[in-house]
């Protein structure tokens, strides 16, 4: 008899800000509001699930 493990739906993400080019990762379901560390700008808004990204994404890290 074989188990099946679930693998998970959610990612980090790589992310470039707009406005001061900083890059960040970020997980994709955020329960806050997520924040460029250099300018302060927001990057991504929860909404119960997977975030509404702001930002230019770069890459989603496995």
């Known amino acids: 008899m ?3 493990i679930k693998e998970p739906n959610s990612r980090f993400i790589k992310l470039r800000c ?3 080019k900083n890059e960040q990762i970020m997980f ?3 329960a806050t509001k ?4 250099v ?3 927001i990057l991504a808004i929860p909404t ?3 975030s509404r990204i702001k930002a ?3 890459e989603i890290l496995e």
């Open 34 to 37: 997520v924040k460029c560390l």
């Open 28 to 30: 994709g379901k955020t």
């Open 2 to 4: 074989k188990e099946y």
């Open 18 to 20: 707009p406005k001061c």
């Open 56 to 58: 230019q994404i770069l």
């Open 39 to 41: 300018c302060d700008k």
């Open 48 to 50: 119960g699930g997977k």
